[in-house]
């Protein structure tokens, strides 16, 4: 991340940064000078371009000024300059007046006796320039070169006939036999070394002639322009589609094969695919030809066939159990891949009203993930029609397809409300009304503006639920939000209706909700009501309800203690708890003095749901993966894979990570002294390509007094066995304070079965946190061979590495506690960040601390203030509150406030940042 304080280094920017449009004009005369300078020609050249592409406006006469000096360089034979030549004609012919004056320059460059490189540009660039009127004098130039045998050339005129097709139909329709010729041009001799069909630069004036490509991409470029022409004459697109795909049926790709490029093939395909879904009597051929591509030896080939059949030929299957078949794939895609599933919105829409009901649930949630705003109300109104004639089964989809809906489009959050509303008071069971239930809650987490209508709508739908769940949880969410609101004492009566009429697990939920309004509403009459009705549930004839409201009126009395109790919503850690007590009862000493509960930390009751979801979905995942049709010998390999990797990958399930390290170092008893883990970096930092021989990652551990860097190795080649693996680590500076004190390499690396190995570094100064870069090399053995080093990517050190993320309940009385002594000020200028999200995530990333109230996502994209928690190593209490404003012209500004027990760990912190 490129942030400073000032933008003072404006100049590595480039030599363009300071350019300006009048001293480039008066430059200009340079083109007048005899000799021409190519090297000083085609700087200037590149200046203009880099102005035009800036948006630099220039007028119509300094354009027609430029245009003709410009012109004056085609008499160098400098084929670089010629090249920028061509380009700058281009971009100044579109607001230069005459620019026809250059036409006979361009023709000159066009004779084949004229270089490859120059024909190929000067038909570009004339193409540019031309009229519908002049097209039949350059008629004879354009066809030779289609059917020219250099495919450079012949695909600059076929893109340049594509573009010249609107306004001179009549001519180029006349061009079709030359055309179908480029399409079946034999390839080019592959005899000396091929390259791309886009020219590289060359001195020799023969060398071009000998530069065949093998991409064919002519052949793509000449399909495009064929259909162009005979688009409107639906047998003759039929006949070439037979034709191409012909001689390739039996073996695509292959030399009998009329086509040799994939892209080629890609066209084709869907013109069949319109063919298909236009003309019922070609639809089997059709399909039968689609059918083949799919063995086609290009991927991209195979999928655009694919994808052809699944939207066009099964969407309008005659049978519902294709129909199904088809919407149903289209659904899950667009769940990740809204955008491209888009293209088939309108054979979904069709659908809507397909007899078949489960089909016309797929299509219109499908529809409604890959809508726009303006076809919400339509879609809502077809949905509401055919609700009732559907299982729950299916109102669960269409209603989770709603709720993302309204995510998507929140001013269209009333409609949404409405409908799901409406459903929530019809029939139906438990998942399907939990589905409603969930739907309104993220709509009153994130849109605001509907907080009051959709708690409004909770509270009627508690009056008649029979789902004491469902009944419970709404209860703890109006006692949570109820509060907040600008009349909070109208949903005191909903929930006090619930202390009267429910069973006792619902009534106690209701109790802990006044509870909540007594304590964060705070008009005092309120406070009285809320005890009156407390004091009526001491009668209650369960002792649940009983216990509850004894508890909470005693709290009432004490704010102090209502606060703590009533309003904290975080938790301990449930993984760090039980890793501190196993180690309490296990060792004799720890047990002859208190449990220490204030070394656990606390997390939001929102981050532990997030992290027991999280398990949930790797555990979904697997068991998916596991009855999915794998076989059985795949699933013992998978199992194998998996318990190999598990001693250099912390287990993802509900155990926190940096236990799940922290217990596998203490295993190794080189590292039994070092004391116990302060923290571990959140994620290992790849340190090679995912695709070289060996991968390699690292984790950095933080002791007390000593760094360990666990560098994870793979050898993805399975004919190699590794001995010895180890990484020598060199600091990029020689005045580092750490001294390395143990390598610990890693015995043996098979393939596909990944090991550690170790480097330790001590702090010479513990009064001293050193941040820095390290170079890397990975050294081994190959087994009977000699010993081989690889370079890696270097690894930093960096001061979030020193910070662990803590929540915190009240940050406002933790900042005072803390006080100005310890604290730290600075402001800095992100001019690379550009929104306040990229720059709240950069920080907390930077800094290794932990957002706390909800600040780490902004709500305003202009002004945010982000608030933050950590504890420094040494158990040094650590905050952070960063004030950020955005404007797109200057990026984020940002001034930063650091406090702590020790002002030098602010400066330290700080520091990080400048």
């Known amino acids: ?480 939000e109820g509060p907040k609101t600008t009349t909070p004492t109208k949903y005191i009566r909903y929930i006090y209706n619930r202390v009267i009429l429910e069973n006792s697990i619902v009534r106690a939920a209701a109790v802990s909700a006044l509870a909540k309004f007594g304590v964060s509403v705070g008009d005092v009459e309120v406070k009285k009501s809320i005890k009156v009705l407390l004091t009526r549930c001491l009668d209650d004839n369960d002792d649940e309800v009983r216990d509850r409201a004894t508890l909470y009126l005693k709290l009432l009395e004490d704010e102090t203690s209502a606060e703590k109790y009533v309003k904290d919503d975080s938790t301990y850690s449930l993984s760090a708890l039980e890793k501190q007590l196993v180690q309490y009862v296990s060792t004799s000493e720890a047990t002859e003095k208190p449990f220490d509960l204030s070394a656990i930390p606390k997390i939001t009751k929102a981050q532990a749901e997030a992290e027991n979801t999280r398990a949930r979905n790797i555990d979904h995942n697997t068991t998916s993966q596991t009855l999915g049709g794998v076989s059985a010998t795949n699933v013992i390999n998978t199992s194998i894979t998996t318990a190999s990797r598990d001693v250099t990958t912390p287990t993802p399930a509900g155990l926190d990570q940096q236990h799940v390290y922290a217990r596998k170092l203490a295993a190794i008893p080189e590292f039994a002294s070092y004391g116990e883990l302060f923290t571990s970096s959140n994620k290992p930092i790849d340190l090679t390509e995912s695709e070289t021989e060996y991968v390699v990652s690292c984790v950095k551990h933080i002791f007390k007094e000593h760094i360990i860097f666990q560098f994870n190795i793979t050898n993805t080649l399975n004919d190699t066995l590794l001995e010895n693996a180890s990484v020598v680590m060199q600091p990029e500076s020689d005045d580092i304070s750490l001294e390395e004190v143990l390598v610990l390499p890693a015995p043996k690396l098979a393939y596909d079965q990944p090991a550690s190995a170790y480097v330790v570094y001590k702090r010479i100064n513990s009064d001293e946190y050193v941040l820095g870069s390290f170079s890397n090399t990975l050294k081994y053995i190959v087994k009977e061979f000699d010993p081989s080093t690889v370079q890696v990517e270097d690894i930093d050190l960096l001061a979030g590495d020193y910070v662990l993320p803590t929540y915190l309940s009240d940050f406002t009385a933790a900042w005072d506690q803390l006080g100005e002594d310890g604290q730290v000020v600075e402001t800095f200028a992100l001019t690379a960040m550009n929104s306040l999200k990229d720059a709240c995530a950069k920080l907390i990333s930077l800094l290794g601390m932990s957002d706390v109230e909800n600040t780490g996502t902004p709500q305003s994209t202009s002004l945010h203030t982000l608030l933050l928690s950590g504890t420094f190593l040494g158990g040094i209490k650590l905050l952070a509150k960063s004030r950020m404003t955005y404007a797109p012209s200057s990026g984020v500004t940002m001034e930063l406030t650091v406090r702590s027990q020790d002002i030098e760990i602010s400066r330290f912190v700080i520091g990080a940042i400048a």
């Open 1 to 480: 991340m490129n942030v400073s304080k000032k933008d003072e280094d404006s100049g590595n920017l480039g030599i363009f940064y300071h350019l300006d449009k009048t001293t480039v004009l008066q430059e200009a005369r340079v083109f007048n000078e005899t000799p021409i300078i190519p090297r000083k020609c085609r700087l200037l050249l590149t200046k203009i371009i880099y102005l035009l592409y800036l948006g630099e406006p220039l007028g119509t006469k300094e354009a027609t000024e430029l245009f003709f000096s410009v012109t004056k360089l085609f008499q160098s034979k400098d084929i670089a300059l010629r090249q920028m030549v061509y380009l700058v004609i281009k971009e100044l012919s579109t607001i230069a007046e005459d620019v026809i004056m250059v036409t006979s320059s361009l023709m000159k460059d066009m004779q084949p006796k004229s270089e490859v490189i120059y024909r190929a540009n000067a038909i570009r660039a004339l193409c540019k320039i031309i009229d519908a009127s002049m097209l039949p004098s350059v008629e004879r130039f354009l066809k030779a070169a289609i059917i020219d045998k250099t495919p450079s050339i012949s695909s600059a005129a076929l893109v340049s006939s594509y573009h010249l097709f609107p306004a001179g139909k009549d001519v180029i329709r006349r061009w079709a036999n030359e055309v179908h010729e480029a399409i079946n041009s034999k390839p080019a001799s592959l005899v000396g070394s091929a390259s791309s069909y886009l020219t590289s630069f060359s001195t020799g004036a023969s060398s071009y002639a000998t530069q065949p490509s093998t991409s064919n991409i002519n052949q793509y470029h000449a399909l495009g322009l064929l259909y162009l022409i005979r688009q409107h004459d639906r047998m003759a697109v039929t006949k070439v589609i037979q034709q191409l795909a012909g001689g390739g049926r039996s073996g695509f790709g292959s030399s009998s094969s009329v086509l040799r490029n994939p892209f080629a093939y890609c066209l084709l395909i869907r013109y069949a695919a319109k063919i298909l879904d236009e003309d019922p009597n070609s639809r089997q051929q059709m399909y039968e030809l689609l059918e083949a591509w799919l063995r086609h030896k290009s991927d991209i080939v195979n999928f655009e066939a694919a994808k052809a059949i699944l939207l066009q030929l099964f969407l309008s299957s005659p049978k519902p159990t294709q129909r199904f078949a088809a919407i149903r794939a289209l659904n899950k895609l667009a769940m990740t891949h809204p955008t491209a599933v888009q293209p088939c919105n309108l054979d979904m829409e069709n659908l809507i009203t397909d007899q078949n009901r489960s089909v016309a649930t797929f299509a219109i949630t499908t529809l409604l993930k890959t809508g726009n705003e303006a076809s919400v109300d339509r879609l809502m109104k077809q949905i509401t029609g055919f609700m009732s004639e559907i299982s729950d089964e299916f109102k669960v989809i269409v209603v989770d397809a709603i709720r993302s809906l309204c995510l998507k489009f929140p001013s269209k959050q009333a409609v949404m409300l409405n409908f799901l509303s409406g459903v929530l008071r019809d029939e139906g069971g438990y998942e399907f009304k939990r589905a409603v239930v969930e739907a309104i809650f993220d709509l009153v987490k994130f849109i605001p503006e509907c907080k009051e209508a959709a708690l409004a709508h909770l509270c009627e739908f508690i009056e008649d639920c029979e789902f004491t769940k469902l009944s419970v949880r709404v209860l703890h969410l109006l006692g949570v």
